[in-house]
């Protein structure tokens, strides 16, 4: 399924801006454009799913299981493997829906 920026956004529950910022950041082509004389850009699946992660790791505060270290901060931090070795005490915590609290 193709959506629009404008989809993207309402379904993310998030700003047309912090979707068109968050497609910069991680650099998403768009997988088409719409049939409209104004050739909207639409993005598929793989897309709507990378957004989704990147935007919801940005709206949740992760800590560490075993030490409480902020993980969100650390180089490299991301939601795509649903797990997240601590830089400071080296744990691997699970980053999953089922950990939000």
């Not at 399924?1 to 068109?20: D, V, Y």
């Not at 650099?27 to 639409?42: A, F, L, M, R, T």
């Not at 997240?84 to 744990?91: H, R, V």
């Amino acid at each position: 399924m193709k959506r629009s920026i404008r989809f993207l956004s309402k379904a993310l529950g998030t700003s047309i801006e912090n979707t068109f910022e968050a497609i910069e950041e991680l650099k998403i082509e768009p997988d088409g454009y719409s049939n409209s004389e104004y050739s909207v850009p639409v993005y598929g699946d793989y897309s709507f799913h990378k957004l989704a992660v990147y935007l919801n790791s940005n709206a949740i505060d992760w800590y560490c299981d075993e030490c409480g270290d902020f993980l969100n901060n650390q180089c490299g931090f991301n939601t795509y493997s649903r797990k997240w070795k601590c830089k400071n005490c080296g744990f691997i915590n699970s980053i999953t829906e089922d950990d939000i609290q």
